[in-house]
Nanobody
Framework: QVQLVESGGGLVQAGGSLTLSCAVS????????MGWFRQAPGKEREFVAA????????YNAVSVKGRFTISRDNTKNTMYLQMNSLNPSDTAVYSC?????????????????????WGQGTQVTVSS
C-alpha cells in the first residue's frame, strides 16, 4: 500500500512562487509514475503535470507550461512541483497521484483514471 502526503501549499500573491512536495511512503517511489492534479471550487479536477518513474520524462498541461516544473528525488521518495508566476486562476487544491509503472517505462500519465493512489491535497491560494 502506498501513501501520498502533500505539503507546501499556502497563500501567495500573484506573481509569486511556491513549491509543493509529495512524500511517498509504504513503497519506493521509484516504482511509480506520478502526477499533480488540481481542483478549484466548482470546477472539475484538472491535470497539471506528470513525471515518469525515473524522472526522465515529464509532461505539463498547456495552462502551466513555462511556469510550473515537476521533478522528483527517488532517494528521498519525494516528488515536487515548483510553481512560478502564480496567478489567481491557479487557486485550487493540489493533489499528487501515483501509478505503478514497468521498470523501463518512461511513460507519463495525464488522465486521473490512470492513477491508483492519491494524496489528500494541499490548498494553494493566489491573491490578486
Amino acid at each position: 500500500q502506498v501513501q501520498l502526503v502533500e505539503s507546501g501549499g499556502g497563500l501567495v500573491q500573484a506573481g509569486g512562487s511556491l513549491t509543493l512536495s509529495c512524500a511517498v511512503s509504504g513503497r519506493p517511489s521509484s516504482s511509480y509514475a506520478m502526477g499533480w492534479f488540481r481542483q478549484a471550487p466548482g470546477k472539475e479536477r484538472e491535470f497539471v503535470a506528470a513525471i515518469s518513474r525515473s524522472g526522465g520524462s515529464t509532461y505539463n498541461a498547456v495552462s502551466v507550461k513555462g511556469r510550473f516544473t515537476i521533478s522528483r528525488d527517488n532517494t528521498k521518495n519525494t516528488m515536487y512541483l515548483q510553481m512560478n508566476s502564480l496567478n489567481p486562476s491557479d487557486t485550487a487544491v493540489y493533489s499528487c497521484a501515483a501509478v505503478r509503472a514497468q521498470y523501463y517505462s518512461s511513460s507519463t500519465y495525464s488522465t486521473a483514471g490512470d492513477y491508483d493512489y492519491w494524496g489528500q491535497g494541499t490548498q494553494v491560494t493566489v491573491s490578486s
